[in-house]
Nanobody
Framework: VQLQASGGGLVQPGGSLRLTCEASGGTFNMYTMAWFRQAPGKEREFVAAVRRSGGSPIYADSVRYRFTNSKDNAKNTVMMQMGSLKPEDTAVYYC????????????????????WGQGTQVTVSS
């Protein structure tokens, strides 16, 4: 499967953006899907993930209640609606897939994901 992330851009603090990750070439609902981000000079960190079977996504504490992760099996797409954006949300955002299920405790671990999109830049600045 190949991943194409889009939707990044420049937004003012408090604003919103919607990221999209489109998958091609695989059986979409067989994958655990996640978002990670990497800010300049920092390590890549977990943002959100959704199970292969669906259900409630999990979130990093830093984005909980501000970001909403969802997937559309019919469109082979994962979306992340980001609201109340802060300057500290500035980063390159990556979508990542793992074939099959993974225990919830491991969903935050980037080593669990073998398929990565190219990243999309999100900049939050006034």
């Amino acid at each position: 499967v190949q991943l194409q992330a889009s939707g990044g851009g420049l937004v003012q603090p408090g604003g919103s953006l919607r990221l999209t990750c489109e998958a091609s070439g695989g059986t979409f609902n067989m994958y655990t899907m996640a978002w990670f981000r990497q800010a300049p000079g920092k390590e890549r960190e977990f943002v959100a993930a959704v199970r292969r079977s669906g259900g409630s996504p999990i979130y990093a504490d830093s984005v909980r209640y501000r970001f909403t992760n969802s997937k559309d099996n019919a469109k082979n797409t994962v979306m992340m609606q980001m609201g109340s954006l802060k300057p500290e949300d500035t980063a390159v955002y990556y979508c990542a897939f793992r074939y099959g299920a993974v225990v919830v405790s491991a969903m935050r671990d980037e080593q669990q994901y073998s398929i990565w999109g190219q990243g999309t830049q999100v900049t939050v600045s006034s």
